[in-house]
């Protein structure tokens, strides 16, 4: 420390008294008045200590002592035991082992350190300054867009009718919770970056001192945390969800947030008397009868999915998906996700439209006119077929990249979690042939997971336990040589139809695989698209893009 006398010259004053320095330890440097000399020798009187005038100091490093040998200083460091040693150490019990002066370690440690600062300054601090601006502009977002639901929440409420207001008070209670809990989660995390920058600047300034220091035993307990502040805290991710809205005036009314939805729905009576009549079909019609034919300009048709008694969605070789009545009038059309298109699609029992990407490894859900990914394939397998079961699940036929192997599997809607696998039998075996064609699925009404599978031109039921209940290869249909399923789908009599592309027929199944008759008509040409409306039609879709409506239930 330093005093300032009257004539303003600065005197350097001992470190352990307020007198003025003369002498200075080089050992331990440390400067000295002439009565602490002895002071200082006799409290380290085990050290060495090399003594000169002030004037002839030398700056050098402080040895700490060896804690094995008195009156020895740790001189170097031994790397197998990384502990600092003294010349009879090196002698001794480090004999042989890989020993550094203590010079080159701290130079080196000194070196790591300014690259942590180094690394600190031009990384770690700019990462976390962008990101606490980032939430900033977050934050300034959701409220923006939580504004803006609030504006679509108020617009949609003028088409609803006074009654429902409580409805709406719901919506708008969800986005105040939303909100609060978005920008809370986001402000905790600013809180945090907030916290944590003056922690890294603590830790900058304490490396500063080391860097500064002479006591070699400071250098090297350093320890650095460098990994603590790696890695920003994550955000938690809270959605601000999507609002749906659906306004088909005179049919429905619907409004959707998150996992709340209203919605109000006009029944037409004729729609009601034909479910109905579905539901009075007990047994197959002697002949089978096209009520009516559909044109469309769909190429190639791969899928027909029924929506109520007189609309379907159907899709071909593009990437179109397209919703048309009975009289062939296009209603609706949705361009798909798939590169080239969607392998199969379905209908949820909330009439919400899904679709297989089998090159993105995604099965998508249509709301609101726009696709989102409902669930994504596991690594090396693509989705092929959809069915959307009684209970809500869906059930997906997947098959491996190199087409080796093929599977059925039942994913949970809400969760997205597996539920069930159908890929070998009691007995290991695979129940389904591998090759490159899709495998089409469908769900009976008594539980059974039926599939037909194209490579081995055979229909499958198998049991929610796994076990197989029959496999039909269409033989025992007199004139059939080849059997070629592709479509299929169960009705409320738990029989089976599928379509046979070749033989321009349909194959009628009991629940035990048993043959009860095919539908054949010399306008059914390669049917592909094949499902069932509410009336208990069937909606056959041909490869020339045209589809029958047949009356086969009586």
């Known amino acids: ?45 085990s050290l060495t200590h090399d003594m000169v005038p002030y004037d002839e100091r030398k700056s050098q490093l402080v ?19 990384d502990v600092h040693v003294c010349v009879k150490c090196i002698l001794g019990t480090h004999k042989s082992h890989p020993v550094f002066e203590m010079a080159d370690v701290v130079q080196k440690k000194k070196e790591e350190i300014a690259k942590e600062n180094e690394h600190i300054e031009s990384v770690i601090i700019p990462k976390y300054k962008k990101e606490k601006d980032d939430s900033k502009v977050k934050i300034s977002e959701s409220e923006v867009r939580c504004a803006e639901l609030k504006k679509e929440v108020e617009s949609q409420r003028e088409l609803w009718h006074h009654e ?7 919506v708008l209670t969800k986005i105040k919770f939303m909100t609060d809990k978005h920008i809370a989660a986001l402000k905790i995390h600013q809180s945090k970056l907030r916290s944590m920058i003056p922690n890294i600047y603590h830790t900058i300034e304490q490396n500063n001192e080391i860097l500064k220091t002479k006591h070699t035993s400071t250098v090297t307990d350093h320890k650095s945390k460098l990994h603590e502040f790696q890695e920003i805290p994550p955000v938690i991710g ?13 049919r429905e009314l619907m409004i959707e947030l998150g996992d709340y939805r209203a919605s109000l729905t006009q029944m037409m009576l004729p729609n009601t008397e034909e479910d109905d009549n579905a539901e009075n079909l007990t047994e197959l019609s002697e002949k089978a009868t096209v009520l009516r034919n559909i044109a469309t300009d769909i190429k190639n048709m791969r899928g027909l999915e029924c929506v109520g008694t007189n609309e379907a969605w159907i899709n071909g070789e593009d990437k179109m998906i397209r919703r048309v009545d009975v ?3 296009l209603k609706e059309s949705v361009t798909s996700t798939c590169p080239i298109a969607p392998n199969d699609i379905a209908v949820t029992k909330q009439g919400e439209l899904l679709y297989c990407d089998g090159r993105n ?33 869906v059930l997906v036929s997947l098959g491996t990249t190199d087409f080796k192997r093929r599977k059925i599997t039942c994913y949970d809607y809400e969760s997205k979690n597996v539920k069930l696998e159908i890929e070998k039998d009691e007995d290991g075996n695979g129940i389904f042939k591998g090759g490159e064609f899709a495998l089409y699925v469908a769900e009976n009404k008594n539980g059974d997971v039926c599939a037909s599978d194209q490579n081995a031109d055979v229909v499958v039921a198998v049991s929610i336990s796994g076990r197989v209940r029959f496999r039909y290869d269409g033989l025992s249909v007199e004139g059939i040589d080849n059997f070629s399923p592709r479509q299929i789908t169960t009705d409320s009599l738990s029989q089976i139809i599928v379509t046979d592309a070749l033989n321009h027929c349909l194959h009628i199944l009991d629940s035990r695989g ?17 499902s069932l409306d509410r009336a208990g039609r069937l909606w056959v879709g041909l490869s020339s893009g045209d589809i029958k409506i047949i009356q086969y239930l009586q």
């Open 1 to 45: 420390m330093t005093t300032l006398v009257p004539e303003s010259q600065e005197v350097v004053t001992c470190d352990l008294c307020s007198k003025a320095t003369h002498q200075f330890c080089n050992d331990c440097q440390v400067g000295l008045c002439v009565d602490c000399v002895g002071h200082h020798v006799d409290k380290f009187k």
């Open 63 to 81: 040895l700490s002592p060896c804690p094995t040998h008195q009156g020895h200083r740790c001189e170097a460091h031994c790397q197998q035991c």
């Open 164 to 170: 429902v207001d409580e409805i709406f008070n719901k």
């Open 238 to 250: 809270i959605t601000i969800h999507e609002l749906t809205t659906v306004t088909d005036k005179g």
């Open 327 to 329: 009289e062939g009038t």
């Open 361 to 393: 490894r995604a099965v998508n859900v249509v709301k609101n006119g726009r696709s989102q990914v409902l669930l994504t394939t596991p690594l090396g397998w693509h989705p092929d077929g959809l069915c959307c079961t009684s209970s809500g699940d």
């Open 514 to 530: 048993q043959m009860l008759g095919y539908i054949e008509d010399e306008s059914l040409l390669n049917p592909r698209g094949l």
